[in-house]
């Protein structure tokens, strides 16, 4: 009776692993892969980084410089024919050349189909990123573990919670879908082999974020810096 039994749920426990391996072969839009491969990611140079961040060509900009006291003597002469240069067109010029219709902002763009936009940063660049306000960090990594430190400013999306329940991920999505896409955003997780940022990453990507990296080393690295920079 026993060895029966046995023998019965050896069969059972064969064939859902045989219809488990045909599904994942034949039928998986994403398969799992029967080897883990490492995620490689290109790392991004200092100079990508400075040419997304928002106002780094205005901060660069040089000043004006101060005119002389023979630039004073002719400086109504000037004012005046750059008045007449820049005056407003006549009303019968605007009509007949009417303004380009204004296109809303790209905050709902959609991602290339290529996905290859993100990039990871080291420890130096997020540094550098965290000294702008308008870079986002956001933390994949569990509530709890959020809430033992994190990096300054940063968001947490609890990736696990996210897949796992509805309700967190609609609220999520509307937090996320809020935010300007144009902002560059750093996602990050606990580092090494964690992989919960490359899925926020994915989902950043899907929702529109044109600029998106992630921070391979992960609070495991950055928690051990004795310099950087936290909150709780």
């Not at 901060?59 to 002719?74: L, W």
């Not at 380009?100 to 991602?111: F, G, I, V």
């Not at 940022?197 to 899907?206: I, N, Q, T």
């Amino acid at each position: 009776m026993i060895r029966a039994t046995l023998r019965d749920a050896a069969l059972i426990v064969g064939l859902a692993v045989g219809l488990a391996v045909v599904y994942n072969a034949a039928f998986s839009v994403k398969p799992l892969p029967w080897i883990r491969t490492p995620i490689a990611l290109d790392t991004a140079s200092t100079d990508v980084l400075l040419a997304v961040i928002p106002g780094k060509k205005a901060d660069t900009a040089t000043a004006s410089p101060t005119p002389t006291a023979s630039d004073r003597d002719s400086l109504p002469r000037q004012t005046k024919a750059s008045a007449e240069e820049t005056a407003p067109p006549s009303k019968q010029q605007a009509s007949s050349s009417p303004a380009p219709p204004r296109l809303p902002p790209k905050n709902d763009a959609m991602p290339p189909p290529d996905g290859g936009g993100v990039r990871a940063v080291t420890y130096q660049q997020v540094l550098m990123l965290l000294r702008n306000e308008d870079v986002l960090f956001m933390d994949a990594r569990r509530k709890d573990e959020y809430d033992g430190g994190h990096i300054p400013r940063a968001i947490n999306v609890d990736i696990q919670q996210f897949e796992l329940d509805p309700s967190y991920r609609s609220q999520m999505m509307q937090q996320l879908y809020s935010l300007d896409k144009r902002r560059p955003v750093v996602a990050y997780c606990g580092g090494g082999n964690c992989e919960l940022s490359h899925k926020l990453a994915d989902v950043l990507r899907s929702v529109g974020f044109e600029h998106v990296f992630i921070y391979t080393g992960g609070w495991n690295e950055y928690s051990t810096k004795p310099n950087s920079p936290r909150e709780r």
